[in-house]
T-cell receptor, first 113, second 113 residues
Framework: KQEVTQIPAALSVPEGENLVLNCSFT??????LQWFRQDPGKGLTSLLL?????REQTSGRLNASLDKSSGRSTLYIAASQPGDSATYLC????????????FGQGTELSVKP | ETGVTQSPTHLIKTRGQQVTLRCSSQ?????VSWYQQALGQGPQFIFQ???????GRGNFPPRFSGLQFPNYSSELNVNALELDDSALYLC????????????FGEGSWLTVV
């Protein structure tokens, strides 16, 4: 049974700092992993989708990595800005259950000016 | 802009009542799934529909039911509302059965009193 964990639950950093958000999953037989952003009271916005054949995926200041053997993914945010303040969620597909996604509880990021 | 719209955005219901939440997906997105997100938690998978048939269900009781229509719209129905049903309900769609980026709507906030 797939379980997804995100640490830390909350993170506060000063503007301009580079930071890493962590995501762990128990079932390494995944075919992709996805990172989402959620602003308060809003829906989820897909940030990056990493296929199992990839080790990294980049979009602007964001870089996500995937290490299936260790059951870990990281989201790296370079030169953080106050506009990056949001909750970041990772999600892995449930094994052999179609499109069902298993989400972590999220990391609430606050970037202080 | 994800192309997934949900209605209503907010609603308040009384315990024991029934509620219908609606979702409109992008044309061609024949897979739709619904998630429940309690405050401070990651989204939990309720069920998924593919070409108007349910093809996956999470750990939710039968009073949670759904429909998908040929025009890429869908509904989530919840009967006999309980206080614990208070949450953000998210609709998500994708263009194929699995493996592609998933697009979420802004959600419907349900408060049960």
């Amino acid at each position: 049974k797939q379980e997804v964990t995100q640490i830390p639950a909350a993170l506060s950093v000063p503007e301009g700092e580079n930071l890493v958000l962590n995501c762990s999953f128990t079932d390494s037989a995944i075919y992709n992993l996805q990172w989402f952003r959620q602003d308060p009271g809003k829906g989820l916005t897909s940030l990056l989708l990493i296929q199992s054949s990839q080790r990294e995926q980049t979009s602007g200041r964001l870089n996500a990595s995937l290490d299936k053997s260790s059951g870990r993914s990281t989201l790296y945010i370079a030169a953080s800005q106050p506009g990056d303040s949001a909750t970041y969620l990772c999600a892995a597909p449930a094994y052999n259950q179609g499109g069902k996604l298993i989400f972590g509880q999220g990391t609430e990021l606050s970037v202080k000016p | 802009e994800t192309g997934v719209t949900q209605s209503p955005t907010h609603l308040i219901k009384t315990r024991g009542q029934q509620v219908t939440l609606r979702c409109s997906s992008q044309s061609g997105h024949n897979t739709v799934s619904w998630y429940q997100q309690a405050l401070g938690q990651g989204p939990q998978f309720i069920f998924q529909y593919y070409r108007e048939e349910e093809n996956g269900r999470g750990n939710f009781p039968p009073r949670f039911s759904g429909l998908q229509f040929p025009n890429y719209s869908s509904e989530l129905n919840v009967n006999a509302l309980e206080l614990d049903d208070s949450a953000l309900y998210l609709c998500a769609s994708r263009p194929s059965y699995s493996g592609n980026t998933i697009y979420f709507g802004e959600g419907s906030w349900l408060t049960v009193v």
